[in-house]
Each structure stands twice: as structure tokens, then as C-alpha cells.
């Protein structure tokens, strides 16, 4: 196995698998943040001890198996190219921040891309647990067992009153990030959602975009997450969170209820409108196709589009992106020639889905 194995395909193999609530859910995650003791942390760590690190990893990690994650590969994040970097961002396999700064780090991935282990980011350890539709539970278990597996040879910087000790002070505590990727188009076009964000934000969660921290909400797809990591345990986390996305869960079934109730025809125009436009333009940019495709997967969703698979929309939110159409073309594309190449692919993959 090597980096082409996680490059080749846009979607992870694991998103390939239905899960409970998956026609709004699409993955819950968390992530764990951990370091060394007795170690400067990455941000202001020297070189030398940050290749430290990565030799560790090399050494007791590398190439190993945990449970049914098999076959961890070791990748140093300096090897790559641009291209390659910016791949492993679009698929959540590494961070925005992992490419920004220039340092000595690296990223273990599962096979089935499930886990991926990012080393010397914003601290020595980051690790991501998805599962796909709403798991949270399932997958803080997963990602515990993990974590235990990881601390057998690794004594973590943890402080009894404060908890785990992490670079940013939002992260101390439980040192975990807790969320879900929810695709929310009724609560978007009946404008319900501007006024369920403040709400959330207020009880100690974040409504972000697609990428996290700092990104938009394209596609009408959020990213909903913790914000408070210290003063609760990782199971009061996560029933917090949970409560939050049941109750948006609930609010997207009855909005897209009264959609077709109130709106029906011009739900349904809209929604094929949009697959015109994914099926016969020459031309579109990210943000036209985002909306288009969230459009038609609540057509799907809603029965109006038969004879499509929902997992269209996981798929091409993330083929059409800069990196992988760039892979797809082998050489850096100007924002036209992206916008041409990208009408291309999806009028490709809708007439291999009716086939």
C-alpha cells in the first residue's frame, strides 16, 4: 500500500457504508488531541525534535494493524507534492493546517481511510475516528480503544486538574473534538437555519463549513461540533452534541415535509433544474456545482430522482474540488480550465450512474 491508494479515489471506503439518519447525516468524527510529555510542543518545537517524533512513529506505528484498521501507511507530509497535499485535505485526511505550515510532520492512514493519525500538526498527535451517518457514540468508543492502543508506548502530557495538556487552550481538557457533517437543504431554503446557529453556538457548540475552522458552508453542508472541551468528560460531550443533532435532525424531516407540502412544484423544478444544470453545462464553478448537488441529492432523498445513489453527492463534492481535478488533468489548472474540467467530470459520472 502507498499514497496512491489514498489518492486514487475521491470517496474513502467507508463512506461507501449506509449509517443510522445517513440521508442527512452524512459522518460523525472525532478527533483526539495528545502530546508528548516532557516534549516542546510542535508550534514551537525545533526541527531535530520534531523528527524525533516522526521516527518514533515510524518505528512503533508504521505499517501496523489495530483491530480491524489494517495496514496503517506512514506518509511524511514533506514528501508530497502540492497536489498531493491538498488531495488528503479534500478527503478529511489531514488538516488545512497541516499544509500551511512547513515543519517535520507526517499522517498515518487506515486502509479504509477510517483513521487517520496526523503527527506534529498543531500537536504531536491528532487523531480523526469517522464512521459513517450519526455514530457518535460508537465511534468516541472506537476512538478510545485507539487511544489506548497508542499510549501503550506513549507517555501523554496530562495534567490531573486541567486534563490533557494541548497546544490551544480550547483544546485542554478532554482534548477532544467531537462532530458531525450534516447536509441541511430545507432548514437552508425555508431560512430556518439562521436562526438555529446562534442558538447552537450558545450552547457551547460551533455550526462550521465543510472544512472546519475558518471554512464556508458550501453545499449546504455543516460541520457541527463541540467548542468546550474542559469541565466535561468525553461522554457528557457527546450526549451534548447528540441531543443538538437529533433535534436538527428532526427540524430538516419536517422542513423538507413542508416543502413538498407547500412548495411542491417548485421544489421539484428547482431540483431539476439543478440536474440540468449538473447534466448539461459546459462550464461551473464550485460554488454552482455545490448547490446544484445538494439540490439534487434532496431530490433523491425525497424520491423525486430515482435510479441515482445518494452517495453522488459525497462523491462529487469531493472529485470536483481543486486538487483532485488537478490529479484527474496531471498539471496545475487555471480557475477556467477547473470550471470547464469540473462540468466535465459530472456530466461523465451522471451518465455512468444512469446507465
Known amino acids: 500500500m502507498n499514497l496512491e491508494h489514498f489518492i486514487d479515489e475521491a470517496v474513502s471506503p467507508w463512506m461507501h457504508e449506509e449509517g443510522p439518519d445517513s440521508d442527512i447525516v452524512l459522518s460523525s468524527r472525532i478527533r483526539l488531541a495528545r502530546n508528548f510529555t516532557n516534549t516542546t510542543f510542535p508550534i514551537i518545537a525545533k526541527e531535530e525534535e520534531l523528527e524525533h517524533i516522526l521516527e518514533f512513529f515510524k518505528e512503533h506505528y508504521a505499517t501496523r494493524s489495530f483491530q480491524q484498521y489494517k495496514d496503517f501507511e506512514f506518509i511524511p507530509i514533506n514528501d508530497l507534492s502540492r497536489i498531493e497535499k491538498r488531495l488528503l485535505v479534500e478527503k478529511h485526511l489531514i488538516s488545512p493546517y497541516m499544509i500551511k505550515h512547513v515543519r517535520p510532520s507526517a499522517v498515518m492512514i487506515s486502509k479504509n481511510e477510517q483513521v487517520s493519525i496526523m503527527v506534529n500538526e498543531e500537536d504531536h498527535i491528532r487523531l480523526q475516528m469517522y464512521l459513517p451517518g450519526f455514530q457518535l457514540e460508537e465511534t ?43 447536509h441541511l437543504p430545507a432548514l437552508v431554503l425555508t431560512r430556518q437555519i439562521n436562526h438555529m446557529i446562534p442558538a447552537i453556538n450558545q450552547v457551547g457548540l460551533v455550526v462550521r463549513g465543510i472544512y472546519g475552522e475558518g471554512s464556508e458552508a458550501i453545499g449546504n453542508l455543516f460541520q457541527v461540533s463541540n467548542q468546550i472541551t474542559l469541565g466535561k468528560s468525553e461522554s457528557d460531550i457527546v450526549e451534548d452534541l447528540g441531543s443538538i443533532v437529533q433535534q436538527l435532525i428532526k427540524q430538516e424531516k419536517r422542513a423538507r415535509a413542508t416543502l413538498v407540502e407547500q412548495t411542491g412544484m417548485r421544489l421539484e423544478d428547482k431540483v431539476f433544474r439543478s440536474y440540468g444544470t449538473l447534466k448539461y453545462s459546459r462550464i461551473l464553478e464550485s460554488k454552482e456545482a455545490a448547490r446544484c448537488l445538494s439540490n439534487v441529492r434532496l431530490g433523491i432523498d425525497l424520491q423525486m430522482i430515482k435510479g441515482i445513489s445518494g452517495q453522488i453527492l459525497n462523491e462529487l463534492m469531493i472529485l470536483t474540488q481543486p486538487g483532485f481535478l488537478q490529479k484527474y488533468a496531471e498539471r496545475i489548472l487555471t480557475p477556467q480550465e477547473r470550471d470547464i474540467l469540473r462540468a466535465e467530470l459530472i456530466r461523465e459520472r451522471l451518465n455512468m450512474e444512469e446507465k
Open 140 to 182: 468516541l468508543q472506537r476512538a478510545n480503544e485507539l487511544d489506548d492502543w497508542l499510549e501503550e508506548h506513549i507517555d501523554y502530557a496530562f495534567d490531573e486538574k486541567r486534563g490533557y495538556l494541548t497546544s490551544c487552550p480550547t483544546n485542554v481538557g478532554t482534548g477532544m473534538r467531537a462532530s458531525v457533517m450534516m
